[in-house]
């Protein structure tokens, strides 16, 4: 449940910014390819978008009532169609003849991993739906380009190479954030014992100044109340006074009771 909730919040957070950085990469597609269909991909992109902040944003509030979903299937096969339909730009990118559209798909799809790693990383499942597509299209795109040239100059298999290791450093930054997300898990789990045991602490203590207040009133009222008896029945001004000494104790302490209680 908790894992749900962080990647339904980071989806619901992250949705405005992924559409802001599509609307760039579509323009810069564009103008490269020197067609439309980028914006053909990025007016699907968006419908996209915001149907899983909406959907994210359910799961958000079902998670705060603990209120899981009976399923994770079809949150699986949403993240993993959405994640192939953002990548399709970077095939386009990719056998553009400009010069540079293979390193613009690269970035664009190095974008997509640290996108999942900022927002899906607390689940697995999903995690793997969203990372999986993505590192499909980085290793798949130079491998297809090859085999469209006919398999003849192994200089373009090198984009491949570039790939595999920007995939060893993502795989390295991916292990650092998750132990980090453990971290903070048990530095949380930690805090909360610690509340605990000071409520109960509390609560024992309120316990002990109840208990106290209840079975040490009932004896002091004994006392004062003897003590006024006494006092008026008392035949020599001596045992008067010493009567009236008994009594003011026990009405000071009768006020430390009370001061106690409250």
Known sequence: MRALRAVALARV???????GSCVLVAAVASSLIGTYWPFAWLAGLSAVIVIDRTLHARLLKRCETDAAPASLWPMLAWTLGQSIYGNIIAAMLWFTPYAHGET???????GGLANAAATLRAHTALSIAGVAPTIAFLIGLPI???????GRNPLDLMPLIGALLLLAFGVNLWRSLVQSDIAQAHAEAAAVRERQAAAAAAAAKTDMIQRMNAELRTPMQALIGAAEHLRRVATTPQARAHIATLAQAGEVLKLVLDDLSD
Not at 104 to 110: Q, R, T
């Open 13 to 19: 957070n992250n949705a405005w910014l992924r559409l």
């Open 144 to 150: 297809v380009d090859f085999l469209l040239d006919g």
């Open 104 to 110: 613009l798909a690269v970035i664009y799809l190095c």
